[in-house]
Structures are given as structure tokens and as C-alpha cells.
């Protein structure tokens, strides 16, 4: 009874609220309702723009709403084909780019979690085996074209004559009865030959029949490590699928086309975010709980990078790019930004704030390192890496001095960079630069409003804890 009471005394005086707290309430929300709007208005007046003609939008004094309407400036833009032939080159270099994508995140999720030890080791060899007989695939058709100079042709040789020690790894495999490790055997020179035959362009059905044929030997097998060689064969088969994919997509997006200029930027933008997800994460998860010699001392210098403005590296970047031959591929791009440290130090900073008994716990039950970093730290890390993932994603996106500097070709333009091409010498069309502006804030406006709750959790969590 008593509760009942006081519970209806505080009604009471909820209802009695003196007049100024509704004023208080009212004005406050008014004056958030106006910042937000002018903080919106460019957006605003880019979008009815984007149905002005071009005269009505240079003209003066401005108006807000189109005299005319014009629809048809969208339709123009998503038409737009300023002719040219999509490069060889590029459509390899974004195929790849997603292909790999794929590899590392099939890897990741697939069961190398759940290895042993022994096959950790294994696993190593195998690696460094696909290393060799990829430039041993690469080094053959060199050879046979002459194109390579002769100190690259030597050293390919070498790796051949390496190679060879392959063949008495799988004499010894059979005569152990380990079928599985004469299907590994077969796998990476497969994937070497049908990588190198598919940058040069040559056909690849015989390799791939290859691969096939060591999938099929490793299924049927009862060996030690049948599980392993099953996840790297499922990671190696979707890379080559999803490269081949991208390579028909970005093929049939033709050249300097609105399609094609949008999927560059997808491409760009959902690699480099991934690469940064994977890689920063281990990284980070080395920083935060592994004990090395010098870990101080490399964080340190890895936080003392990011004071460095990007203007000064810019040169030394393309003159480093240019001398490697990837300029006017994705590469360019891709590869700075496979890991960054800004993600690094947002990640470190998180996974100290995941309890360490869990890991302990883990640990006790015969956990490896790696199924601790992927099974336990990963999923309590989401947050934090949707975070980093909507920045990355965002920054890429929004990119347009790097793809400026380092894709020289209309068919290699992301979107930011293929709208200075309606801004010519005589003629300026605003009216479409507008609608692909439009187009090209839609997808990051999605994406933040969606993961919202995600992006300011994970900037708590990385900021306040650590």
C-alpha cells in the first residue's frame, strides 16, 4: 500500500511540472531542429539543383526551386558513355583485387581455426610452396615469351630448380599413404598456372581441370590434415571464382561508363575496407595481448606515423608505385591501404577493454591462439571493427586526390575523379555533376544511418577504454 502511494505522489507531481520545463524542452529541440538543418542544407540545395538546368543554376540571384523541373539530368547521367574500350590490365587488376578479398575471408572464417600444431607447420610449407610455384607459373611463361629481362628469367629458373624438391615431397607423401598432401601438392602449381595464364590473358582450362582433379584426391582421402587442405582449397576455388566474376562484370561495364565508374568505387572501397578489417585486426590483437621483444617500441613508432601529413609522402608513394608498374591499376591503392595505423590503435585500444579471464578460460579448454583471436575476440569485437570498416569504406569512397594521382585512364576512374570530366575547357555541366554528387553521397548516408548505433559504440569503446 505504501508503495502504491508514493508511486502515485510522483504522478502527481510529474503532472504538476512548472510551465518553463515544457518552455526549456521546446526551445531546446527547436534549436537542435535548426543546426541540423543548416548542417543539411547544402545536401538540400544539391539535390533540387540536380533538376535545374545548367543556366538556371549559374544564374543570379539563386532560387531554391528549379523553375523547371528536369528529370532528365538523372537519366543522363546514368547513361553516360564517353566511349573507350575497358584496359586489359585494369579489369585484371579489380578481378584480382576482389578475388583476394575473397581468398583471406574464406580463409579467415573456413576451419584453420581448428588446426593443430603439426598442421600450423604444414601449413607454412604449403604457403611458401604456392610462393615458389607461382613465380615458377609466372617465370614459365616469361621464359617462353622473352619478355622478362635476364637476371628476372635466372631467378625464376631458380625458383623452378626449387620447385623440383615438390616432386620428392610428393614421393615421400605417397609412400606415407598421406594422399591428401600428393592433392596439395597438385593444388598451388594449379592455382600458380591459372593465375599466370589469366594476367596474360591465355586460356586456363587445363590448370583448372588440374585443380579439379586435386580437390577430388583430397576429398576422397582419409589423411592427417584433410580439413586444412579442404578450407585452403574452398578459400583458393572462391578467389578464383569471385575473380573471375568481377573480371566479367567490370568487362561488361564497358569503359568510361556511368556503371563502370561505380563499380570502381564499389571495388575500391569494399576491398581496402576489408583488407583493413583483417589485417588490423591481427595486428591489433598481437598489440594488445601478445608479449614480444620490442612491441613498445613498434607501437610507438607506428603511432609516430600517423603525425606524418600525407603531402609528404605523396611523392616518394607514386615515384615507388611508378618504378613497381602499378600505376593506373587498383593495386596503387590497394595496397597502402591493406592496413593502416589509425585502425590498429582503434583496435588495440578495444581488445584491452575485452576481459582477459575469457581468453584464459579458452585457453584452459585448448584453445589455439588463433581460434582465441577468431572464435572469442572478434565477435565481442564487432563494434569496433563495423567502425572501422564505415570509416575505411567512407574514406576510399570519398577518396579523390590518390585515384586522381596514381589512374591515369577514364575506365579506371572511380566516381569522385570521372565527375571532373563535365567540367571541361568550354563547357561546365553542373546540372549532372550535381546528380553524381547525389549519387555518390546516397550509398555513405545508407550505410551510416544503418550501422549508426554500431559506429558510436565502437567509438566510445575505442576512445574511453584502453
Not at 523541373?69 to 584496359?87: A, C, I, R
Not at 575473380?243 to 561495364?253: D, E, G, N, P, R
Not at 595496397?335 to 581488445?351: R, S
Request: include cysteine.
Amino acid at each position: 500500500m505504501t508503495t502504491t502511494v508514493a508511486q502515485a505522489a510522483v504522478l502527481v507531481r510529474a503532472r504538476r511540472r512548472p510551465i518553463h520545463f515544457y518552455i526549456d524542452r521546446v526551445i531546446r529541440y527547436t534549436v537542435l531542429c535548426l543546426i541540423g538543418l543548416i548542417l543539411f542544407t547544402p545536401f538540400i540545395l544539391a539535390f533540387l539543383g540536380s533538376f535545374k538546368s545548367n543556366a538556371e543554376i549559374v544564374a543570379w540571384p539563386p532560387t531554391l526551386l528549379p523553375k523547371k523541373w528536369h528529370p532528365e539530368n538523372w537519366t543522363e547521367l546514368l547513361t553516360t558513355d564517353m566511349g573507350g574500350l575497358p584496359q586489359e590490365n585494369g579489369m585484371v587488376a579489380f578481378g584480382g583485387t576482389m578475388g583476394l578479398v575473397a581468398f583471406l575471408v574464406a580463409l579467415v572464417v573456413g576451419r584453420m581455426a581448428a588446426v593443430s600444431e603439426e598442421e600450423k607447420r604444414t601449413s607454412i610449407a604449403l604457403l611458401l610452396a604456392a610462393a615458389v610455384a607461382t613465380l615458377v607459373g609466372w617465370g614459365l611463361i616469361a621464359i617462353v615469351k622473352s619478355e622478362w629481362p635476364s637476371i628476372t628469367r635466372f631467378l625464376m629458373a631458380t625458383g623452378g630448380l626449387l620447385s623440383l624438391s615438390l616432386v620428392g615431397f610428393g614421393v615421400a607423401a605417397i609412400k606415407q599413404r598421406r594422399i591428401h598432401l600428393v592433392a596439395e601438392f597438385l593444388l598451388w602449381p594449379a592455382m600458380a598456372l591459372i593465375i599466370a595464364r589469366l594476367i596474360q590473358g591465355e586460356g586456363f582450362i587445363l590448370p583448372l581441370v588440374l585443380l579439379c582433379v586435386a580437390i577430388l584426391i583430397a576429398g576422397i582421402s582419409r589423411g592427417h590434415g584433410v580439413d586444412q587442405f579442404t578450407s585452403l582449397s574452398i578459400a583458393m576455388t572462391s578467389g578464383l571464382a569471385v575473380t573471375l566474376i568481377f573480371y566479367s562484370l567490370v568487362k561488361m561495364a564497358g569503359g568510361a561508363t556511368f556503371v563502370r565508374w561505380l563499380l570502381n568505387t564499389a571495388i575500391l572501397s569494399l576491398g581496402i575496407a576489408i583488407f583493413q578489417i583483417i589485417f588490423c585486426s591481427m595486428a591489433a590483437y598481437a598489440f594488445a595481448r601478445l608479449k614480444f621483444p620490442g612491441r613498445d617500441a613498434i607501437f610507438a613508432f607506428m603511432l609516430a606515423s600517423m603525425m606524418i601529413p600525407g603531402a609528404v609522402t605523396l611523392v616518394p608513394s607514386y615515384v615507388l608505385m611508378a618504378k613497381i608498374k602499378l600505376v593506373n591499376t587498383p593495386w596503387a591503392l590497394v595496397l597502402p591501404g591493406i592496413v593502416g595505423a589509425f585502425g590498429i590503435f582503434m583496435l588495440t585500444q578495444f581488445f584491452k577493454s575485452i576481459p582477459v579471464e575469457l581468453e584464459e578460460a579458452a585457453l584452459i579448454d585448448g584453445a589455439s591462439r588463433f581460434q582465441i583471436y577468431y572464435q572469442v575476440v572478434l565477435p565481442l569485437a564487432r563494434p569496433a571493427l563495423l567502425t572501422l570498416f564505415i570509416l575505411q569504406f567512407q574514406g576510399m569512397w570519398n577518396a579523390f586526390l590518390g585515384p586522381l594521382l596514381y589512374l591515369n585512364t577514364p575506365d579506371m576512374f572511380p566516381l569522385n575523379v570521372a565527375l571532373t570530366m563535365f567540367q571541361q575547357q568550354y563547357r561546365y555541366a553542373w546540372n549532372v555533376t550535381l546528380v553524381g554528387a547525389m549519387v555518390n553521397a546516397a550509398p555513405i548516408l545508407a550505410l551510416f544511418f544503418v550501422f549508426s548505433k554500431y559506429y558510436i559504440e565502437g567509438v566510445s569503446y575505442a576512445g574511453l577504454k584502453g
